[in-house]
């Protein structure tokens, strides 16, 4: 009986699914839901890959959808402002009092957070919908065409690119990585399974290598920096972890099918299209494998002690950090495919049918 109380307290929002473990964990509580995106007639699996993102200074949540639309949200549900763009639009960035996001009709748009007024946009004519990173006065977008693009932060003006030209098909599994800017570079990956460290004011490269273990798809398709430290995922079998400065691999360990990463204290965090592996940060040594059931569609987040897990269709996985146990999947009933973004205490979850939700830990 105490089980399905929780289970009931829980469900308190209709059509709202939340899978329990066989011992009941009280994580989180729905604080609101309010939605975005109208109905589609005839909509056949909608997504909504761009995810959330929070302005520290002014806790507007912020995220594009998939009609075209920047809405930017205040934490207790009201609306602030919408932009209005094109395209489908990918993982907004914050850069000062500026949001920056990049869409699938090869726009980047830069948009001011106290107002929703746009101060410029840049067509790159090619899919920006990767997560922009904000850096050295400019903004770095990724281009599922195997280019980088750097432009300046305050104007939109282009300063360089960056591209490589894909040998075979340049196919892409799930994606594209989107850029990482450190101190002293940034860093790109392509779907040829090259990395590259590029001077951020003139784009020549410090070093370029091919970081991807052999196979009919090389595409890498996740980069994330930490310090001295690029992490990367390769789609054929691998996450590897180089030296920033130098290219060199610090150590490699077999991962089929990475395509998503995030770092949790001590480890690295995999996704694949069949598991979530974490492994350790110093030598890439296996600490724990758990089954995904669903699909890698967008980065995974930290939560306190929690690892939240887009799995499209599946859900929202909730795995306990330390062991990669599932405690709970959040499903609104469409899935959840774009990455949720944690202020404090509380976590902000897209659905793929455009509702936003306010989950408040417990």
């Known amino acids: 009986m105490k089980a399905l109380a929780l289970a009931l307290a829980l469900l308190a929002d209709p059509g709202v699914r939340t899978s329990l473990p066989p011992a009941p964990v009280r994580l989180y509580r729905i604080a609101w839901r309010r939605p975005f995106v109208p109905a589609e007639v005839l909509a056949w699996r909608p997504a909504e890959r761009g995810g959330v993102v929070v302005d520290p200074a002014t806790s507007l949540a912020l995220f594009g959808t998939r009609d075209g639309w920047l809405h930017a949200v205040r934490p207790d549900g009201t609306l602030a402002w919408e932009f209005r763009g094109s395209g489908a639009l990918g993982p907004p960035a914050v850069g000062g009092d500026t949001v920056y996001v990049g869409s ?43 280019t980088l693009f750097c432009v300046d932060a305050a104007t939109g003006a282009r300063r360089w690119h960056h591209r490589r030209e894909a040998k075979g098909d340049g196919f892409t599994i799930f994606g594209a990585a989107a850029a990482a800017a450190g101190p002293d570079a940034v860093y790109a990956a392509y779907s040829d399974g090259f990395a590259a460290a590029l001077d951020p004011k003139t784009g020549a490269a410090r070093w370029e290598k091919r970081i991807a273990p052999a196979d009919d ?14 992490y990367a995922a390769a789609y054929s079998g691998a996450v590897l972890a180089v030296d920033a400065r130098t290219g060199n691999t ?20 995999a996704v694949s299209a069949t598991s979530v592996q974490a492994l350790s940060a110093a030598d890439g040594a ?19 002690k929690w690892l939240l897990v887009p799995a499209g ?33 509380r976590v902000y979850v897209l659905s793929n049918g455009g509702d936003l939700f306010a989950l408040d830990l417990s």
Do not use: C, M
């Not at 726009?107 to 904000?134: C, F, H, M, S």
């Not at 595409?219 to 310090?227: C, E, I, K, N, Q």
């Not at 890698?296 to 930290?302: M, N």
């Open 104 to 146: 699938t009709d090869g726009r980047l748009y830069a948009v001011a957070i106290p107002t929703g007024k746009a101060r410029w946009n840049y067509q790159a004519d090619e899919d920006l919908a990767t997560r922009p990173a904000v850096a050295h006065g400019s903004v770095f977008v990724a281009s599922f065409q195997d």
């Open 217 to 230: 798809h090389l595409d890498v398709d996740a980069l994330v920096l930490d310090g001295g430290r690029l």
């Open 250 to 269: 610090l150590w490699k360990s077999a991962a089929p099918g990475a395509a998503r990463l995030a770092l949790a204290p001590g480890l690295v965090v």
């Open 286 to 304: 296996a600490v724990w494998t758990a089954p995904l059931g669903g699909s890698p569609t967008g980065d995974p987040v930290l939560a306190g």
């Open 313 to 345: 269709e599946e859900g929202l996985r909730w795995l306990e950090t330390a062991t990669g146990r599932t405690l709970r999947v959040f499903d609104p009933g469409t899935g959840v495919s774009g990455p949720p973004a944690v202020a404090g205490s």
